[in-house]
């Protein structure tokens, strides 16, 4: 791209981000200001001067120059020293050097901390601690706004004496052993009490490093020291006496170089270094789900997002907003290599950048080139406008044919030119593999080895059953669950080395991305290799698995014997035949696995966080399936050594950790671990919430169903549990309906067709079969609470409007569906010799003939379009049953064609058995069709409420 080229679209990025430069600006002026007030806040008792603060404001206003660091092993504990921000650490827990009062806006460091943060710490302070704290002493809140979990608000005296020291050995040794308590891996430390309070920083050092050797912990593994890059005594002290007490040579030094430099962002972590000043992690996942300042968007050439399958889900998600800004600012498209910005819109950023890439191939101008250029160009643009973070997608990757090896390259030699040369503001860059592609293990198998982080490369040997080794693993729990040693561990599942790994997959695997459906399914089978593979297939002629079955393969270069292979139901689907819901399934299958692990005479089993990632379960839900399937497993059995391993890119880790471990620390604490609904941390709440809410669509998921309210039989002061424990399964009721509703639906099958004389309108009170009904709207709940709520009929692109049928009955009728899934009543026509086995046994497709749409249940929206399914009875009186039809995620068409089931949610192929995700119902609008036509492929979404006789 030429050089004037990359000046206009580099111009438009500074048009677009000026005012959010401006902001910030007008912050750290203010911030500055504070310096000519330090005398007047000459507190014994508030840190204002120190550098800690300079560590925080002068990294801020000023960008660290070559910041890099060290790393040194003390104790159990490996010690960082950097550069840098505090407030931009992404650790577990900041410590903050706080005043006794525990007022944040006092101290440059303290209030700079609490802006970052945000006014709820201050609000938790004064809640929680209303007469503050002592001297030694800590205070622990939430992190806000930070990338932490808590933060210890530390408070020290100014130094007078020795005697001193120990106040500071206390309150470290505190921070220390709360973070243990709270189950925290990693920390950031200022240098506390260097400044204003005037402890010697040589002191500092010693005293802080004796408590860090000192410590004995289950959980914390890291610490990071945040120095001021200003501050080159202090660096040097705290350097010189880390060398002292390190049992390693440092990884890193502080030289003020070109070259980058990288370390480990964590003991025990793989997929996250840091290159110079910059943390770069590797992601699985999705990028329009991914966090950050700016998301990256490899765009058609000409700019337009209705093509290219990445352009299309963040033009869903920004709305149309981000195609109209696009239009403004780059109305005659991009140069390949080139780069336009637009706000995030409705995107979890603030800005998207967009580029084009030519095809693999094309001789110019060269798809390297151009890669290298829209790479460096993107963050020229975030570090010039002050963005301290940015994500990328795979580029080149995919429909553009780049080698996978030559792409990774390029964008990793990217970032190490750009932090070599720069003193940067941009702090965090992810890169993110998109779990769902073909070549996810490729991808982040060679991303890992770009970084310097692969693990299991060139390894062949394999240990022998019983053997154990957590390689790089970090331990988060460890203990007894019902007699069977336990491990909760966050690290990489295809480094483990155990006797069996537990493999989920999906429950077609003709295909490898199939089989390596998720990240960690795609990490462990490009580990182990296409023998793996080959090996599955061949047992497995068919090519499906039964949901919750055990599929056995060896190891091949995994360190173990055997992978144990099985296919799990997502969180919001349902049982088909024989099958349980989705959370039954869950724990059955881990607990078919340890038994079969013990039939096969192993003492060790590695399992992934199952259930959650792409089959979107809660996750306190899959850790209480899981350790439920295990607490069963013991009633019988016994094993050595169980293993439940975090991946450590997840963006929910933190929480994984938190309810995996709270889960194995007290059991079966939120429900029976036996009962056949998952347990849920909070009582249902005795009031409704906000209809559409997530909480509403929780809520109706957990209620026990009853029978609606205006039955007059079978009457709904007991749940439909208790009546089916009281009525035949066939059993059924006609009820007589009162003049209100008599008249709503004589009008609504009258409004098309005029002649009709009602004979008789009647309810049908089938317990049996609206329990049925009631669990299948409990699936869509689920569903719409775990996915997001369901789009309206009429809000749908192209949709032909509202449920006409709605509109003609009362309000009085509609009142009791529920809109917020889709349902609806709808007209179905039917023989007379029908009618007496669909009040007893429901609507089945199996005995009509197959429509247009194909073997479904069929609703229309106007009475005269089932008046031609109507066959009468030997009076001529026809019947015609008011239905009513949960639809949830509707799929609209307008050509027809044989379904069997709804489509895929994400390629619409009628018969995909790759992805887990299918819409629910299928509705005929416009096109070939006159009248709009209803159909749902499973009998048990429709309920037959309303039975008309007519001539």
Not at 356 to 374: E, H, I, N, R, Y
Not at 414 to 430: G, M, N, P, V
Not at 618 to 638: E, H, Q
Not at 805 to 826: A, G, R, V, W
């Amino acid at each position: 791209m030429s050089c004037f080229g990359f000046h206009f679209y580099y111009i438009s990025i500074q048009r677009n981000m000026a005012s959010a430069r401006r902001g910030r600006r007008k912050h750290l002026s203010d911030l500055d200001s504070s310096d000519s007030d330090e005398s007047s806040s000459d507190s014994d008792e508030s840190d204002d001067e120190s550098s800690e603060d300079d560590e925080l404001l002068g990294a801020t206003s000023s960008p660290s120059k070559g910041s890099m660091g060290r790393s040194f092993q003390i104790g159990n504990i490996v010690v960082h020293i950097i550069e840098g921000n505090i407030a931009k650490q992404r650790v577990d827990v900041i410590v903050n050097s706080s005043n006794p009062q525990l007022d944040l806006s006092q101290g440059r460091a303290s209030s700079a901390l609490l802006a970052a943060a945000g006014s709820r710490i201050q609000r938790e302070c004064t809640q929680k601690y209303p007469r503050g704290v002592r001297g030694g002493e800590i205070a622990v809140t939430t992190g806000g706004n930070l990338n932490c979990a808590a933060i210890y608000h530390a408070v020290l005296t100014r130094y007078s004496s020795r005697k001193d020291e120990n106040m500071l050995s206390d309150v470290v040794t505190e921070c220390l052993e709360q973070a243990d308590s709270d189950g925290f891996s990693s920390m950031a430390f200022p240098p506390l009490g260097t400044g204003y309070l005037s402890f010697p920083a040589h002191r500092v050092a010693e005293i802080m490093f004796d408590c860090i050797e000192d410590v004995s912990s289950n959980t914390l593994n890291t610490i990071s020291i945040v120095m001021h890059p200003h501050k080159d005594s202090f660096i040097q002290d705290f350097l010189h006496t880390a060398s002292k007490y390190s049992s390693t040579t440092p990884s890193l030094g502080f030289e003020k170089s070109i070259h980058s430099s990288i370390y480990f962002a964590g003991s025990g972590s793989s997929t996250s270094v840091r290159i110079g000043a910059i943390n770069v992690r590797v992601v699985v996942g999705a990028l329009n789900k991914e966090k950050a300042d700016v998301l990256v968007h490899s765009a058609p050439k000409d700019l337009q997002l209705s093509s290219g399958a990445l352009s299309r889900v963040l033009l869903n998600d920004a709305g149309p907003g981000l195609q109209q800004e696009l239009n403004l600012v780059a109305r005659n498209g991009i140069n390949f290599g080139g780069l336009a910005t637009t706000s995030g819109h409705g995107l979890p950023c603030k800005f998207v950048f967009h580029g084009a890439l030519p095809k693999w191939g094309t001789s110019s101008p060269d798809p390297l080139t151009c890669l290298s250029q829209f790479m460096s160009g993107c963050l020229e643009a975030a570090n010039f406008n002050s963005v301290g973070s940015i994500a990328f997608p795979t580029l080149g990757i995919g429909a553009l044919g780049y080698p996978v090896k030559s792409a990774v390259k390029e964008m990793i030699d990217s970032i190490k030119r750009f932090a070599a040369k720069h003193q940067t503001y941009l702090t965090d860059i992810s890169i993110v593999v998109y779990g769902g592609s073909s070549d996810c293990g490729t991808v982040h198998s060679e991303l890992l080895r770009e970084l310097g982080l692969h693990q299991g490369s060139g390894r062949t040997s394999q240990k022998p059953p019983g053997s154990v080794s957590t390689g790089t693993s970090r331990s988060v729990f460890s203990g007894t669950v019902s007699g069977i040693r336990v491990s909760l561990i966050v690290g990489s599942l295809p480094s483990q080395n155990v006797d069996v790994i537990v493999n989920s997959i999906s429950q077609d695997f003709s295909t490898n991305s199939s089989i390596a459906s998720g990240g960690a399914a795609a990490a462990l089978v490009s580990a182990a290799g296409p023998n793996l593979v080959q090996e599955l297939r061949q047992k497995n002629s068919s090519k499906t698995i039964p949901f919750g079955t055990v599929l056995v393969t060896k190891g091949h270069n995994l360190n173990c014997a055997e992978v144990f292979h099985g296919a799990l139901l997502p969180w919001y689907s349902k049982g088909s035949g024989t099958t349980n819901q989705p959370d039954i399934v869950l724990r059955e299958f881990v607990c078919k696995c340890l038994e079969k692990a013990v039939s096969h005479r192993y003492n060790s089993i590695a399992f992934p966080a199952l259930g959650t990632g792409n089959l979107k379960f809660p996750l306190n839900s899959a850790a209480a399936c899981m350790v439920a399937g295990i607490v069963k497993f013991s009633a019988k059995n016994k094993i050595s050594d169980v293993r439940i391993v975090l991946y450590g890119g997840s963006p929910e880790l933190q929480q994984l950790e938190k309810e995996f471990k709270d889960e194995l620390t007290h059991p079966g604490k939120k429900g029976s671990a036996f009962g056949p609904v998952v347990p849920y941390k909070q009582p249902l709440p005795k009031t409704e919430p906000p209809r559409g809410t997530p909480n509403w669509f929780a809520w109706k998921y957990r209620q026990d169903p009853r029978t609606p309210s205006y039955w007059t039989k079978y009457t709904s002061w007991k749940t439909l549990k208790d009546w089916n424990l009281d009525v035949r399964t066939t059993s059924h009721s006609l009820e007589q309906v009162n003049q209100g509703v008599y008249n709503s639906i004589q009008a609504a099958l009258k409004s098309t067709i005029g002649g009709a004389k009602i004979i008789s309108i009647q309810r049908v009170e089938n317990v049996h079969l609206y329990q049925k009904y009631a669990v299948e709207c409990q699936r869509l709940c689920r569903k719409a609470s775990v996915e997001g709520s369901f789009t309206p009929l009429d809000k749908l692109n192209g949709s032909k409007g509202p449920v006409k049928s709605m509109k003609k009955l009362d309000p009085s009728i509609t009142q009791h569906t529920c809109p917020e899934f889709n349902e609806y009543y709808f007209f179905h026509g039917t023989n007379a010799n029908t009618v007496q086995s669909i009040c007893s046994q429901g609507l089945d497709s199996r005995l009509a003939a197959s429509g247009r749409l194909g073997s479904g249940v069929y609703g229309a929206e106007v009475a005269s379009k089932s008046a031609g399914y109507s066959g009468p009875n030997n009076q001529g009186q026809h019947p015609m049953f008011l239905i009513r039809m949960c639809l949830g995620d509707v799929y609209l068409t307008g050509s027809g064609g044989t379904f069997m089931r709804p489509p895929c949610k994400k390629c619409s192929n009628k018969t995909c058995t790759t992805h887990q995700e299918l819409y629910d119902s299928v509705v005929a609008n416009g096109g070939a069709f006159s009248d709009r036509e209803f159909v749902v492929y499973d009998r048990n979404q429709t309920y037959p409420e309303y039975i008309i006789w007519y001539t």
